[in-house]
């Protein structure tokens, strides 16, 4: 029986993140959101509505694309996380990242964070999706400025150069 | 937040052990989409929390002489991806993809949708179920209810059961199994929703110690089921009303129909009114608009959701033509 009662409060919690192992210290109904930014100075991670509405906080953890405001930390314990830090490598920006600079893809770009880790997660998958894949896979997110098309144009993009279409 | 341990059982069995005998001083934690929340805003104040999540037999999805088995920790991008969900039950499929969002059906758990509280905003500002004043008066009759209850709402309770694959769950006669420390049982899901009378009521017929393990629904041979949801928005927000209608036909009448409306009573509603005026008649645009009329014949709005009687009515008149025209 793998039972563990912790008391007092404070739980050591280590995952990996962009590769690299972490541990913190956290209540473990902490909003991995919250470790994420405070505990790791992973800032890119965004905070929109903290309600499992707008995606901007959306992370890669094991495979899988989550709200991290809807993730208590306890549930992040030896998890592989991906954040839109991960992406980039060295000097080098993700194929995403470039796509949405060049095609007007982020204009505040509170959203883009999420959306970009939404299309890495879609790609990542279906290297060339429809239009209509793509508003699926992109609608747990949502921008307040670009009024998506950009959004949409820049993920069509990054797929088209990946693919070397 | 308040102070709690927390425990991680690996079995149902020491789960149920764990959990306390009264309502208050333990939750069980699944994918927590709900959950979170309502502790950060302590709705709920739990001095120790379950997880269930390293349970390993609340996992997948299983087929077998009862039905399809749907475990309990199964997410619900597990169940709209799973092949013999979409081949069998395809309403089902499509009311869990319209689900809330990609992110929240990742962590989201189906028993965690089933047993999900209320987003009444009274509850969730931690007034409670029954939200009433310092007077006594009743906060939702008096207050903000847009998006409350038209349909057994006689009192005291108003807000909607939450979840939206419930209800086309019901029409394909899903049950719920249970397991406490005295041992397992299995409901009709129906049953399973109750609308609570005092403060100390739960709106599920569930004791605080028990875990819900599994969804079996049966084999759907020749019903034709169809399940139909009307938003404001495609995403991010609640529906506004559901339906969920199940046919079984005899040539071209009705030979047996079950109607379950959502989002419009703190249950979800089936509608034996409307059942009844499908039968023997046959499927088409007038027969559904008298279903339509029956299930809501005996609506109550409150001060300001007259509006929800209408797009309820929508709502079961498309399930049932939409159930007409398409296979199970
Ligand atoms: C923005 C947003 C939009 C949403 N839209 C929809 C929608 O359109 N349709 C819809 O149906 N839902 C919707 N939801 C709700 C979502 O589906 C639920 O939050 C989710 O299914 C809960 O599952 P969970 O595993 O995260 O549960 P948790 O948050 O872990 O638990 C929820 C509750 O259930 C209890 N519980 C969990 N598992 C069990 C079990 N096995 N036995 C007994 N009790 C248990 C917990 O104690 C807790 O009280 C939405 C949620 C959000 C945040
Ligand atoms: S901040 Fe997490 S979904 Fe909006
Ligand atoms: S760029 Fe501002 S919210 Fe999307």
Same mark, same amino acid.
């Given at each position: 029986?793998s039972?563990?009662?912790?008391?007092p @409060?404070?739980s050591?919690?280590?995952?990996?993140?962009?590769?690299q192992?972490?541990t913190?210290?956290?209540?473990?109904?902490?909003?991995?959101?919250?470790?994420l +930014?405070? @505990?790791?100075?992973?800032t890119g991670?965004?905070?929109?509505?903290? /309600?499992?509405e707008?995606?901007?906080?959306?992370?890669?953890?094991?495979?899988?694309l989550?709200?991290?405001? %809807?993730?208590?930390?306890?549930?992040?314990?030896?998890?592989?996380i991906?954040t839109?830090?991960? %992406?980039?490598?060295?000097? +080098?920006?993700?194929?995403? @990242?470039?796509?949405? %600079?060049d095609?007007?893809?982020? @204009?505040?770009g509170?959203?883009?964070?999420g959306m970009? %880790?939404?299309?890495?997660?879609?790609?990542?998958?279906n290297?060339?999706?429809?239009?209509?894949?793509?508003?699926?896979a992109?609608?747990?997110n949502?921008?307040?400025?670009?009024?998506?098309?950009?959004?949409?144009?820049?993920?069509a /993009?990054?797929? +088209? +150069?990946?693919?070397?279409? | 937040?308040?102070?709690?341990d927390?425990?991680?059982?690996?079995? #149902?069995?020491?789960?149920?052990?764990l959990?306390?005998?009264t309502?208050?001083?333990?939750?069980?934690?699944?994918?927590?989409?709900?959950?979170?929340?309502?502790?950060?805003?302590?709705?709920?104040?739990?001095? &120790? *929390?379950?997880?269930?999540?390293?349970?390993?037999?609340? !996992?997948?999805?299983k087929?077998?002489?009862?039905?399809? !088995?749907?475990?309990?920790?199964? #997410?619900?991008?597990?169940?709209?991806?799973?092949?013999?969900?979409r081949?069998?039950?395809?309403?089902?499929?499509?009311a869990? &993809?319209?689900a809330?969002?990609?992110?929240?059906?990742?962590?989201?758990?189906?028993?965690?949708?089933?047993?999900q !509280?209320?987003?009444c905003?009274?509850?969730?500002?931690?007034?409670? *179920?029954?939200?009433?004043?310092?007077?006594?008066?009743e906060l939702?009759?008096?207050?903000?209810?847009?998006?409350?209850?038209?349909?057994?709402?006689?009192?005291p309770?108003?807000?909607?059961?939450?979840?939206?694959? $419930?209800?086309?769950?019901?029409?394909?006669?899903?049950k719920?199994?249970?397991?406490?420390?005295?041992?397992? !049982?299995?409901?009709p899901?129906e049953?399973?929703?109750?609308?609570?009378?005092?403060d100390?009521?739960?709106?599920?017929?569930?004791?605080p110690?028990?875990?819900?393990?599994?969804?079996?629904?049966p084999?759907?041979?020749?019903?034709?089921v169809?399940?139909?949801?009307?938003?404001?928005?495609?995403?991010?927000?609640?529906?506004?009303?559901?339906?969920a209608?199940?046919?079984?036909m005899?040539?071209?009448?009705?030979?047996?129909?079950?109607?379950?409306l959502?989002h419009?009573a703190?249950?979800p509603?089936?509608s034996?009114?409307a059942?009844?005026?499908?039968?023997?008649?046959?499927?088409?645009?007038?027969?559904?608009?008298?279903?339509?009329?029956?299930?809501?014949?005996?609506?109550?709005?409150?001060?300001?959701?007259?509006?929800? $009687?209408?797009?309820?009515r929508?709502?079961?008149?498309?399930?049932? *033509?939409k159930?007409?025209?398409?296979?199970?």
């Amino acid at each position: 029986m793998s039972t563990t009662t912790h008391q007092p @409060q404070k739980s050591e919690i280590s995952f990996t993140v962009n590769g690299q192992r972490a541990t913190v210290h956290a209540h473990p109904m902490e909003r991995l959101l919250d470790v994420l +930014r405070q @505990q790791v100075n992973l800032t890119g991670v965004k905070e929109g509505c903290g /309600e499992g509405e707008c995606g901007s906080c959306s992370i890669l953890m094991n495979g899988v694309l989550v709200n991290s405001c %809807l993730v208590p930390i306890l549930q992040a314990n030896d998890a592989d996380i991906i954040t839109i830090e991960g %992406l980039a490598s060295q000097d +080098r920006l993700h194929v995403l @990242q470039q796509a949405f %600079l060049d095609c007007g893809g982020a @204009q505040c770009g509170i959203c883009t964070p999420g959306m970009i %880790l939404a299309a890495f997660h879609l790609l990542s998958k279906n290297p060339q999706p429809s239009r209509e894949e793509i508003g699926e896979a992109l609608s747990g997110n949502l921008c307040r400025c670009t009024g998506y098309t950009q959004i949409f144009e820049s993920v069509a /993009e990054a797929a +088209r +150069r990946s693919t070397g279409r | 937040m308040r102070a709690f341990d927390y425990v991680s059982p690996t079995s #149902t069995r020491q789960a149920a052990n764990l959990l306390s005998s009264t309502w208050g001083n333990t939750e069980i934690l699944a994918g927590g989409t709900d959950l979170l929340a309502l502790m950060k805003e302590d709705v709920v104040t739990p001095k &120790r *929390l379950v997880n269930i999540k390293e349970i390993a037999d609340l !996992r997948g999805v299983k087929s077998d002489s009862s039905g399809l !088995r749907i475990g309990s920790l199964t #997410t619900l991008a597990e169940v709209a991806e799973d092949a013999g969900v979409r081949e069998k039950y395809p309403a089902f499929a499509e009311a869990v &993809r319209e689900a809330a969002s990609p992110q929240i059906r990742n962590m989201a758990t189906v028993g965690g949708n089933l047993c999900q !509280r209320p987003r009444c905003w009274y509850f969730r500002n931690g007034l409670g *179920l029954l939200p009433k004043d310092e007077s006594g008066k009743e906060l939702v009759e008096e207050g903000d209810n847009r998006y409350h209850a038209i349909l057994g709402n006689d009192g005291p309770a108003r807000f909607v059961s939450p979840s939206t694959i $419930v209800p086309v769950l019901i029409a394909y006669g899903a049950k719920v199994r249970l397991e406490g420390p005295k041992g397992k !049982r299995e409901l009709p899901l129906e049953k399973f929703y109750v609308i609570p009378k005092t403060d100390r009521d739960r709106e599920h017929d569930l004791l605080p110690n028990e875990i819900v393990t599994e969804v079996v629904i049966p084999a759907a041979n020749g019903w034709k089921v169809a399940h139909y949801e009307i938003r404001q928005k495609a995403a991010f927000d609640w529906p506004l009303a559901v339906a969920a209608v199940a046919l079984k036909m005899d040539g071209s009448s009705v030979q047996a129909a079950r109607v379950v409306l959502g989002h419009v009573a703190p249950t979800p509603w089936p509608s034996p009114q409307a059942e009844a005026a499908l039968k023997g008649q046959p499927a088409n645009e007038d027969s559904a608009k008298k279903a339509a009329d029956a299930a809501l014949a005996n609506a109550k709005p409150l001060s300001q959701n007259a509006y929800k $009687v209408q797009l309820a009515r929508v709502a079961v008149k498309r399930a049932i *033509l939409k159930a007409a025209g398409g296979a199970a």
